[in-house]
T-cell receptor, first 114, second 113 residues
């Protein structure tokens, strides 16, 4: 069964460093998303992406964040200058272009900022 | 800010018991998803409900979408230890695949043998 994959599974970085989290969405899906989940808290929406541009973004997704689909398979989230509070699980999700809103999530990348 | 409130937050029951988890909001959702999440993993989609009053069954799990599309419930019959996990509801405000999901805080279920 097709699934969303994410790499790395765990990333440790120092405050102020740039990180890139990578995702390979389900191959025939056209809509892509990033969410995060701080330990013990709700899953929070960051950004949605379609047709090579951002469709919607939350207040969390400030100028330090960017997304890109560099080729036909990868979808990346970049954090330019990480802060301690960026430590969280980051989930990529994708959905097909249907009228029913179903998103399929990857296993996540645990980002630890020290 | 759209909120989805889940209740209860924690539930510990014996194998064989029935249980219901609730997801409530003041907002109207175009669709609502139920996910299950294991520790350290991503949410796994269980079901999507779209129509007010809709009922969907997945083996021993029954999902219902409220008539006004503001609330939903998950009922598990004869719970088994394998049902242990975190159950999340998530709603979409618009029937547009580009829209975000708003997640509830989750119900952590433990089923004891």
């Amino acid at each position: 069964e097709p699934e969303v994959t994410q790499t790395p599974s765990h990333q440790v970085t120092q405050m102020g460093q740039e990180v890139i989290l990578r995702c390979v969405p389900i191959s025939n899906h056209l809509y892509f998303y990033w969410y995060r989940q701080i330990l013990g808290q709700k899953v929070e929406f960051l950004v949605s992406f379609y047709n090579n541009e951002i469709s919607e973004k939350s207040e969390i997704f400030d100028d330090q964040f960017s997304v890109e689909r560099p080729d036909g398979s990868n979808f990346t989230l970049k954090i330019r200058s990480t802060k301690l509070e960026d430590s969280a699980m980051y989930f990529c999700a994708s959905s097909a272009r249907t009228g029913i809103y179903e998103q399929y999530f990857g296993p996540g990348t645990r980002l630890t900022v020290t | 800010t759209q909120l989805l409130e889940q209740s209860p937050q924690f539930l510990s029951i014996q194998e064989g018991e029935n249980l219901t988890v609730y997801c409530n909001s003041s907002s109207v959702f175009s669709s609502l998803q139920w996910y299950r999440q294991e520790p350290g993993e991503g949410p796994v989609l269980l079901v999507t409900v779209v129509t007010g009053g809709e009922v969907k069954k997945l083996k021993r799990l029954t999902f219902q979408f409220g008539d006004a599309r503001k609330d939903s419930s998950l009922h598990i019959t004869a719970a088994q230890p394998g049902d242990t996990g975190l159950y999340l509801c998530a709603g979409a405000l618009n029937n547009n695949a580009g829209n975000m999901l708003t997640f509830g805080g989750g119900t952590r279920l433990m089923v004891k043998p």
